[in-house]
């Protein structure tokens, strides 16, 4: 405690005092442009990751990045959700899982939180649709296999679950918002985003548009959509692929196992990047 009040002096001294125009600019009101959902653990800190300054992201937060789809659960976050949208005018919304999340364990091993926590188990189940896809999808993996499939899959299904919200829906439908699928990975401090069109995850600069050069995407796969994140430029250093692409079948619905090419991997193996796309609810 003493370390926060410590804190909040050093705040005023250095920081409030350097930003006072700016502070009384933020009074008169805010326009994030993005909604970040992310999880509450302790070592995620949002404007930190995405260097963002006082009013430009709204976040949600709870455990596990968890969104209850719509008419689940009276919780803030469809409130929240719905605020955003229609309030604020938010036309990006960003489902931030992350590595070791522990709702994500928890999810796991629900049987045994029953008991010893209620109320997480209660708020687990609104995850429920990935534990039943992982472990109906993906038997015969070791346990940390297991999680960080558990982490990317629900983020996945925490985008489907954004979707069953009407004011989701109509502005989807309106092309008036796109959805994003984040993982943060704890260890490296890189993320990770999901493409939809090749059902991978990717380094999110390959997602945006080249500087000078409109519809020119670092990914041929990638969509057609800007975000508000810092510009790529391609005189900079493209970063390390951290996952290797996946080959894409010959139908999207295809369930024929396909290999990806080996490359350097930081988080998921070719094999498990393989079982995302197998065993995902959501191939596009
Ligand atoms: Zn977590």
């Not at 350097?18 to 070592?43: M, W, Y």
């Not at 999810?107 to 209660?122: A, N, T």
Request: hydrophobic share 35%.
């Amino acid at each position: 405690m003493k370390k926060l009040i410590r804190g909040l002096r050093e705040y005023k001294e250095v920081y409030v005092s350097q930003n006072r125009d700016f502070l009384e600019q933020l009074a008169h009101g805010q326009k994030p442009r993005v909604l970040f959902i992310t999880c509450s653990d302790s070592r995620i800190v949002p404007s930190l990751i995405t260097q963002t300054e006082p009013g430009e992201i709204f976040v949600i937060r709870n455990a596990g990045n968890i969104i209850p789809p719509f008419g689940a659960a009276n919780g803030g976050e469809g409130a929240a959700v719905e605020y955003a949208i229609h309030a604020l005018g938010i036309e990006q919304i960003i489902v931030c899982g992350h590595s070791h999340c522990g709702a994500m364990k928890g999810l796991l091993q629900i049987g045994k939180l029953e008991e010893e926590m209620p109320l997480v188990y209660e708020w687990l189940r609104h995850a429920d649709a990935t534990r039943r896809l992982v472990q109906e999808n993906y038997g015969g993996y070791s346990k940390d296999e297991l999680l960080e499939i558990t982490i990317a899959e629900n983020v996945l299904t925490q985008i489907e679950n954004l979707k069953t919200y009407p004011v989701v829906h109509s502005k989807l439908y309106q092309g008036k918002l796109h959805l994003y699928g984040w993982v943060y990975l704890i260890e490296t401090g890189e993320v990770l985003a999901f493409d939809p069109e090749a059902h991978q995850y990717v380094p999110p600069q390959t997602q945006l548009e080249v500087v000078g050069e409109p519809g020119r995407f670092l990914s041929t796969s990638a969509p057609p959509v800007t975000c508000d994140l810092p510009a790529y430029n391609p005189d900079d250093d493209l970063p390390p692929a951290t996952m290797p692409p996946l080959r894409r079948p010959a139908a999207a619905n295809s369930q024929v196992a396909y290999k990806s090419s080996p490359g350097n991997i930081s988080w998921l193996s070719p094999e498990q990047a393989d079982r995302i796309y197998r065993g995902s609810a959501h191939p596009r």
